[in-house]
């Protein structure tokens, strides 16, 4: 019980501190009380302690599990990616409730694949300098088994709803999983609570605020629509996706998914063999920030490399999301049988987004000569094609390279590139924040919680930059504790499960499958994986 209580005892601080910048903000405007009680909470939740739980649990799961992106990589490719081409399970349709695993994934990278894999990565390298890159890459590649280890418990926890829907998520596996360990059924229950009302709340932050207000504020320097045309057409859009339900939702990111990261690709690696010679300078700006230099804003040292680590592993999860739980709402859904093969489509979610697309993002930026590579500073302002000084911001950075080497088809490539993106994002979160609400008010509650998504669509558009991301970063941070903390607790049942899969499909070794938590879902799973 003991240790039960010191995992939880973060969460009253939060609250004590909120509580306290909440009374200070009471005498100013509405918006600043709410800026004020945002940053007493983001102080703590993005502080030194939770990134450290961060990183710890992606290198404890790493061991746990012998390596497994590294170990079995071609394994997991084949399974994933690989098995698009030829596996009628991995993207055949279904009659059930269920999605394909092709569409899970494809849903999930809808959510994960957003504006922080462009405005994102521009702000971690603004403030960090180009060393944030690297920290990137490594949250990123000890977040892969965290992903991995979130998707096995979801599938291992999951269970039908009434409507015969598959319901999984770390509340799932906080209530029945931690909260089976002897002395922790109060705090698995509170734990899996406030994990629902964090993703709640994280849907109208991360999952539409921050996103639509990206759309409307590109559409307005670019092609000068108002931000609230912008948030009435987007509002309308997601309305008539949402309202059908995950299956639905599964529909369209999957015809929009492949089509807008191939498209984005191109334009990035374009814009990057344009400067190709440029090549070592930017690796030896990335490898040079992330250990030696200073930041983008200048300073000494070591107060540089603190916001290239800082920075880099912020937008690192903001962009995949490995470690706050999300997306695994979504693969909880998929047709699979095998947690440890649905924990592989994890492994590829996070090596997918940011890997690839944040990286290429990164490469286009500090190719551009709009960041100083010596020094790690990025210009203040850059001429567009029109012959006008325009002010830089991590809004506008990577249209900025754009426009560069491609004039106004540049920066309508990303603006449209940012529209895609941030609306398959909307679209993705919907889901979670159903699921969450599924789970504190029942079944029943999920239609007016979808009205409310829809219309906070618009607010999303006229909002201040700044105030919607800050909400994002504090919204993922709550939700990442909880999820965390069951991760940790549940680690050695993850190891079991991969080994049995490992022992059963690589070693052919002649093993019962652990595919549930629950002696009739085990028996459900079975049959139908023997009749498959």
């Known amino acids: 019980m003991r240790k039960c209580t010191w995992m939880a005892g973060m969460l009253p601080l939060l609250m004590a501190k909120a509580a306290l910048a909440e009374e200070q903000a009471a005498s100013g405007g509405f918006l600043d009380g709410v800026a004020k009680v945002n940053d007493a909470v983001n102080g703590v939740v993005w502080g030194v302690p939770a990134l450290v739980l961060l990183a710890f649990v992606g290198v404890l ?15 997991w490719m084949k399974k994933t990616i690989g098995a698009v081409f030829h596996d009628k399970h991995v993207v055949g349709h279904t009659k059930d409730k269920s999605i394909s695993q092709f569409q899970s994934l494809c849903t999930a990278l809808a959510a994960t694949v957003g504006t922080g894999n462009i405005v ?11 060393g944030a890159v690297f920290w990137m890459w490594v949250i990123a590649f000890f977040g892969m088994m965290t992903n991995f280890s979130e998707n096995v418990l979801g599938i291992y926890y999951r269970r039908k709803n009434k409507a015969g829907e598959w319901s999984g998520g770390a509340m799932y596996y906080l209530r029945d999983g931690l909260g089976s360990f002897k002395g922790c059924k109060g705090v ?23 996103q639509v207000n990206s759309i409307s504020g590109n559409m307005e320097t670019v092609f000068h629509v108002p931000t609230w045309v912008t948030g009435l057409v987007v509002m309308v859009l997601v309305g008539l996706v949402v309202v059908g339900g995950l299956k639905r939702i599964a529909s369209v990111t999957e015809k929009i998914v492949p089509f807008m990261v191939i498209l984005y690709m191109i334009g990035t690696i374009t814009t990057f063999v344009m400067h190709i010679d440029k090549i070592g300078a930017v690796f030896g700006a990335i490898f040079k920030g992330a250990f030696a230099v200073q930041a983008a804003t200048g300073g000494v040292v070591g107060y540089g490399i603190k916001l290239a680590i800082e920075q880099g592993m912020k937008r690192g999860v903001f962009s995949n999301e490995a470690g706050l739980g999300s997306s695994v709402m979504v693969h ?19 090596f997918a987004d940011t890997i690839i ?9 500090l190719s ?27 809004a506008n950075l990577v249209s900025a390279v754009f426009n560069q080497n491609f004039g106004f088809i540049g920066s309508a490539f990303i603006a449209v590139s940012i529209m895609l993106f941030a609306f398959s994002t909307v679209l993705g979160w919907s889901h979670y924040g159903t699921k969450a609400c599924e789970y504190l008010l029942g079944e029943k509650n999920t239609i007016p919680y979808r009205i409310l998504f829809v219309l906070c669509v618009f607010g999303g558009a006229v909002m201040g930059d700044n105030l919607a991301w800050d909400l994002a ?49 085990q028996a459900e799973q079975m049959k139908a994986q023997d009749e498959d």
């Open 188 to 210: 698995g229950k509170v734990l899996a609570w406030l994990f629902s009302l964090f993703c709640l709340l994280a849907s109208f932050g991360i999952g539409n605020m921050t």
């Open 473 to 521: 970063d504090t919204f993922n941070g709550l939700m990442m504790i909880p999820n965390l903390i069951g991760v940790i607790a549940l680690s050695l049942l993850v190891a079991r499960i991969t080994k049995n899969y490992v022992d059963r499909n690589l070693r052919h070794m002649d093993v019962e499958p652990m595919l549930s938590a629950f002696p009739d879902v």
């Open 61 to 75: 799961m790493t061991v746990l599990t012998k390596v497994f992106q590294i170990s079995h990589f071609g394994h």
């Open 120 to 130: 994102g990565v521009a702000g971690a390298i603004m403030v960090g300098g180009p």
């Open 368 to 394: 551009s000569g709009l960041v100083n590579l010596e020094t790690g500073v990025t210009a203040a302002t850059f001429v567009n094609h029109a012959g006008t000084e325009v002010a830089l911001s991590k």
């Open 357 to 365: 697309v944040c990286t290429l993002t990164a490469f286009a930026v």
């Open 332 to 350: 909880s859904n998929s047709n699979v049988r095998e947690p440890v093969k649905q924990g592989m489509w994890g492994i590829f979610e996070v």
